[in-house]
């Protein structure tokens, strides 16, 4: 680094439009040039600033950095792809070597700028680990090839990542489900089917419901919803993935409250778990200790919900909390009481999908 700016070697290729380099940075370089884009607690349900990698896995980074200071010639073929993110951060500076190859020359990168990983993750670990932890200074002039990606949107840029690390192409984990609430507003319709699969349209719009419904600042479930792909920390007790499922008797056409906009439905899906905590405010108090607000706690009250209690509420044009306990409150003595939903006890017996769904019908029917 000369003045204070890499110099990468590189190729420039167009593909549909779009500006891609192929070159070479070594382990130093890519260490201070680049970085993570994982998800980070920290930032909460700020999607605008949130990473899409999942978290790493030490045992994997670490049979990486053994490999590479313990075999006597390493080889690591496989290439990291970056992204520039040109549109917020300006356009890369290319010199080109000469006029006879103009797609042959140099790219720019002052110290200040970053290239941010989309697919390196752990190999990229790996490399961090062996130079630091295990002082494998070998690995300082260890070439990496690159593939830079300059102008790719953002949407474009998590897609990728997407497609590479997703064997199956549907969403099904807490961090496809934040890629999905991610893309959504770029992403055309039959675009996001692909990611969740057939039979699950329901889950686009579930999954914009939850993370409304995570990001509130008040309410039933102010920080209860785990981070994704995170261990649950404090008061979180329920997954994304579950509160997405367990919305989509909610959501389908027989369903009292499914026309409502996504911001009525997430004043009323609030207001139901308010109600449902006046019944028993010790259990909302203390989440950990009861399984009201852990999956089957939500599969349950969500099918309840949706086949009853929205359906008595909203004749009576009122879903506020006080109207939800005045409904729910039939079931108190035999369903909807801290007793019944003591974590492990009389509750537990109904974990499966078919146990939660006879729960719900037991409460129903006191109702």
Known sequence: MANGVLEIPVIRIMQQGRKIYIGKMRGEEILDSCVMTEWNPDLGWDLDRQGYQRAPIRKHYMRIAHFLKEEGDPLLP?????????????????????DALPDVG?????????????????????????????KFNGLLNFQVPVIIMADVEMYEEIRQFYLINSKQKRVDTDLGLALLQTMATEASEKELMNFVG?????????????????????????????????????????????????LRPVLTRTSPAHMKTDSELVQIILDYWSGIGQLMPNAFASPRAYSIQRAIGVFVMHRVAAKKVLKTCMQQNDTSPAMVAEVLEKA????????????????KTYSSSSGQKELADMIIAAL
């Not at 040109?86 to 070597?97: D, N, T, W």
């Not at 003595?333 to 509750?347: K, M, P, S």
């Open 78 to 98: 496989t290439s990291a792809l970056l992204a520039a993110r040109e549109e917020r951060y300006g356009l890369l500076e290319f010199i080109p070597y000469n």
């Open 198 to 246: 057939p039979g699950n349209k329901y889950r686009i719009r579930a999954t914009r419901l939850t993370f409304s419904v995570a990001a509130k600042t008040e309410g039933a479930w102010v920080g209860k919803i785990m981070d994704p792909n995170m261990i649950a920390t404090g008061s979180q007790v329920v997954s994304i993935k579950s509160f997405v499922d367990s």
């Open 106 to 134: 140099k790219i720019m990168l002052p110290k200040e700028r970053q290239l941010f990983i989309v697919d390196y993750q752990h190999r990229w670990r790996g490399i961090k680990f062996a130079i630091e932890d295990l």
């Open 332 to 347: 108190k003595t035999q369903y909807l009481n801290e007793g019944t939903w003591e974590l492990g006890g009389f509750v």
